[in-house]
C-alpha cells in the first residue's frame, strides 16, 4: 500500500497513514557512534503492521532486532527516518512527548520482568497508573482487574520473591495491560521461563490478541515466533524475509 503525500506551506510533506495501520515505519535507520567508527543498527527499514496483527520480529544477535523493538516503542528515536503510531509522527517528538504517547498507547513486557523487588504485585501494576496522574481509588480497581485477567487475584499482595517465574511474568503482562494500550510489544518473554510455563504464557498472549491487541513479538525462538500470523527477519539491520507463519498458512 503506497503512502500519500502532500505538501504543507512550509514545504515539508506531509504523509497520511492509512487507518487500519498502527505501526508505520518508513526507511527507519539507527546509528552509533563508536569513536571514529559509525555502527549501523539499522539501515533504511520499512514495515506496516496493521490493527490486531500479530507479528514475531526474529533475527539472531546483534541483528537489529531490539534496536526495532526499542524505536516502535518510542524509547529511543531513530537516526533517520519516519515513523507512526496511531496516526502520529513519533520519530520527531521529543522525550516528554514520547513518553506520553508511549504511557498511553504501548504495554511493555520484558524478559526480566522488571518489577520492583519490595512491591507487591498489586503496587507493581499500579506504577504505570501512578505516573500518568490516575486517581487512587481508579488505580486499585484497574491494576485488581488487570491482575484477575491474567488469573493472579490470590497473588496480589505476594511480592516478585514469593511468586514463581511464571507468575512473575503474569504480573509483568498485567502491567502492561493496566492503561488499556492498544499495542503489546513483548521483548523474548519466555527467555526466562520453562518450555511450559512459556507455553503458559504464550497462551495468555494469544488471548490477548483475540481480545483486539496488537501484538509485536521479539524473539529468536523459531518455535515462540510461531504463535504470532506473520514472522519478520532481520539480519545486518535489514529486512531479510517478511511473510505469513505457519499458524496464519494452517487457519
Known sequence: ??????????????????????????DLWKTYSMGEQEVHALQGI???????????????????????????????????????????????LNDDELARIRNKEIGFVFQTFNLLARATALHNVELPLIYNGTPAAERLERAEEALRSVNLEGRMNHK??????????????????????SIIL??????????????????????????????????????IAEYAHRVVHIRDGKIFSDQPSGKAMQT
Do not use: F
Open 46 to 92: 520499512s514495515v506496516r503492521i496493521r490493527h490486531n496483527e500479530y507479528v514475531a520480529i526474529m533475527g539472531p544477535s546483534g541483528s537489529g532486532k531490539s534496536t526495532l523493538m526499542n524505536l516502535i516503542g518510542c524509547l529511543d528515536t531513530p537516526t533517520r527516518g519516519r515513523y507512526w503510531l496511531s496516526g502520529h509522527l513519533v520519530s520527531d
Open 160 to 181: 516478585p520473591n514469593e511468586l514463581s517465574g511464571g507468575q512473575r511474568q503474569r504480573v509483568a503482562i498485567a502491567r502492561a495491560l493496566v492503561n488499556r494500550p
Open 1 to 26: 500500500m503506497a503512502i500519500d503525500t502532500t505538501e504543507e506551506a512550509e514545504g515539508r510533506s506531509v504523509t497520511e497513514v492509512p487507518s487500519g495501520d498502527v505501526i508505520v515505519v518508513e
Open 186 to 223: 513483548a521483548d523474548e518473554p519466555t527467555g526466562n521461563l520453562d518450555s511450559k510455563t512459556g507455553d503458559e504464557i504464550m497462551a495468555l498472549l494469544d488471548n490477548l490478541h483475540a481480545h483486539g491487541n496488537t501484538i509485536v513479538l521479539v524473539t529468536h525462538e523459531p518455535d
